[in-house]
């Protein structure tokens, strides 16, 4: 017998200025289901969730909560229509204690006054109801992120919430505290809760849900039974490949590789919560990449080896020299440069000019009291500007009017002009046309045939093969395999990638 719908959302349409962000998009929810909202980057995944919690608008589509409809204009009114939402950073109030916190706004009173005893005695009758021990009394600070996430639930089940949404609880997570989440969970849904968890942890979808939907590009994908879906399809539906309609692309490079030469080496290394211990070697002239879907550890990866995340497991080797990195400017003192994921917060100083950004690393490489001239600068500027064919008015405009292809390339030419060994290319061609992506490709190719040693992270498999002459595959923040040679082929990727079907935590 099918159990109850609790929430049906049809025909779902969203759109940003210039951007489709849902397209038509359905999703039901039954009561007592774990049902997973999966897709990379970009999917619409936020999206949906800020239209059902009232957010955002939708243009198009209905919300049913048991079969009456409903439009949330406010979280506020998603509460009061049964739909409680906890999201990855926990925004209740550190300073309170626990049962302030699960009572807030809704305290018991007596004679206008809170009445705290009555409040402490239902706090503590609430948690021991889902099994969560901590004192109502104890302040929230004190407790652990897992705990702090299980007194917001506590909180949104005690205002009977019939739809609960989970927002990549466990990212932040220890094995132990998800495994304690997952507990109150299948408690919640023995009493009929709804959950909508959205997470990209695949062993956890297959623990714990019972139905997935994928998105994918603003768009439906599918709605499919967790035990139907093998993981290698679900792999192939989040990153729009099917197997069978792909040629092989295989570069046309030969020269190059030095593999007698190895230019960085790290044994053991890892950073506790983000990365599990890893190898990896890299010779001289080699383009290496980290395949893996979201969030399965590649950018935690480079960035333990650049020092942005110190790590604190395992050693690290550069040119043969056992090295310490404490800072990612001893790491470029070392020879390497990190274009990083997200070049908005990370990548381009907005207000400053082309040539600004172009030259920022050089000069912070070489130190203030070796300032560079004005004609240096200029020559620099100009220089890469030409090489990478930087569409710009001039190498003084700000770098914010340029497009997001355009600011690309002016941090790959900020990252050259240092004369790294070894550049990190975190998704460079991410958000760019098809002309521009094609050029960093042969980029890439281009440098390491002049013998810089390149690793490449991007979310796009043909990218990949087009480029890297071996593959480490990532899943849950460790490394799971390596291909190379004549394995590297779309199908072996996305094996890997999906791991077996058995679970293996």
């Given at each position: 017998?099918?159990?109850?719908?609790?929430?049906?959302?049809?025909?779902?349409?969203?759109?940003?200025?210039?951007?489709?962000?849902?397209?038509?998009?359905?999703?039901?929810?039954?009561?007592?289901?774990?049902?997973?909202?999966?897709?990379?980057?970009?999917?619409?995944?936020?999206?949906?969730?800020?239209?059902?919690?009232?957010?955002?608008?939708?243009?198009?589509?209905?919300?049913?909560?048991?079969?009456?409809?409903?439009?949330?204009?406010?979280?506020?009114?998603?509460?009061?229509?049964?739909?409680?939402?906890?999201?990855?950073?926990?925004?209740?109030?550190?300073?309170?204690?626990?049962?302030?916190?699960?009572?807030?706004?809704?305290?018991?009173?007596?004679?206008?006054?809170?009445?705290?005893?009555?409040?402490?005695?239902?706090?503590?009758?609430?948690?021991?109801?889902?099994?969560?021990?901590?004192?109502?009394?104890?302040?929230?600070?004190?407790?652990s992120i897992a705990i702090q996430q299980m007194i917001a639930i506590a909180r949104a089940v005690d205002m009977e919430c019939k739809v609960l949404i989970l927002d990549e609880p466990t990212s932040s997570l220890d094995d132990e505290e998800v495994k304690k989440l997952f507990g109150l969970m299948r408690r919640l849904k023995d009493k009929g809760v709804g959950i909508i968890f959205v997470t990209h942890f695949l062993e956890q979808v297959y623990e714990i849900c019972d139905r997935i939907t994928v998105l994918r590009n603003g768009e439906l994908v599918g709605e499919y039974e967790t035990e139907s879906l093998p993981r290698v399809m679900l792999v192939a539906k989040m990153m729009g490949k099917d197997f069978d309609d792909l040629a092989d692309i295989k570069s046309e490079r030969t020269g190059g590789i030095d593999a007698k030469e190895t230019l960085i080496e790290a044994k053991g290394l890892g950073h506790q919560g983000t990365i599990r211990p890893f190898d990896i070697a890299i010779h001289k002239g080699e383009v290496v990449g980290l395949a893996g879907l979201l969030g399965s550890g590649r950018s935690e990866l480079v960035r333990t080896i650049y020092g942005a995340d110190k790590p604190d497991c395992g050693t690290l080797k550069v040119k043969g020299q056992e090295v310490k990195i404490g800072t990612p400017l001893e790491a470029m003192k070392l020879g390497m440069a990190y274009l990083p994921e997200d070049r908005k917060k990370e990548g381009i100083i907005a207000d400053l000019s082309v040539r600004e950004n172009i030259i920022i690393a050089l000069q912070a490489k070489r130190g203030m009291l070796k300032p560079m001239s004005r004609k240096e600068m200029e020559e620099a500027a100009d220089k890469y500007i030409d090489m990478l064919q930087i569409k710009t008015a001039s190498r003084e405009t700000p770098i914010k009017s340029l497009s997001g292809g355009n600011q690309q390339k002016v941090i790959i030419g900020r990252w050259l002009l240092t004369n790294p060994d070894?550049?990190?290319?975190?998704?460079?061609?991410?958000?760019?046309?098809?002309?521009?992506?094609?050029?960093?490709?042969?980029?890439?190719?281009?440098?390491?045939?002049?013998?810089?040693?390149?690793?490449?992270?991007?979310?796009?498999?043909?990218?990949?093969?087009?480029?890297?002459?071996?593959?480490?595959?990532?899943?849950?923040?460790?490394?799971?395999g390596e291909i190379t040679?004549?394995?590297?082929?779309?199908?072996?990727?996305?094996?890997?990638?999906?791991?077996?079907?058995?679970?293996?935590?």
């Open positions: 017998m099918e159990s109850k719908v609790v929430l049906s959302m049809k025909d779902i349409s969203k759109t940003f200025p210039g951007v489709k962000a849902l397209s038509h998009v359905d999703f039901m929810l039954r009561e007592g289901e774990v049902h997973a909202l999966m897709g990379e980057n970009g999917a619409g995944k936020s999206t949906l969730i800020k239209v059902l919690t009232g957010v955002y608008e939708f243009d198009s589509g209905e919300v049913t909560m048991s079969g009456k409809s409903i439009v949330n204009h406010s979280p506020q009114d998603a509460q009061e229509n049964g739909i409680s939402t906890v999201y990855q950073e926990v925004n209740l109030c550190p300073n309170l204690t626990v049962a302030e916190n699960l009572f807030i706004g809704r305290e018991p009173r007596r004679f206008g006054m809170i009445d705290w005893k009555t409040m402490n005695k239902k706090a503590a009758e609430l948690l021991k109801s889902l099994n969560i021990e901590v004192e109502p009394t104890g302040m929230l600070e004190e407790c070894f550049l990190i290319l975190d998704e460079p061609t991410r958000g760019i046309d098809i002309g521009t992506k094609t050029e960093i490709q042969k980029l890439v190719l281009k440098l390491a045939d002049e013998g810089k040693s390149i690793v490449f992270i991007s979310s796009e498999v043909e990218e990949m093969l087009r480029t890297c002459s071996t593959l480490h595959i990532l899943r849950d923040g460790k490394k799971v040679g004549d394995e590297l082929k779309q199908e072996k990727i996305m094996e890997t990638i999906a791991g077996g079907e058995e679970s293996h935590g």
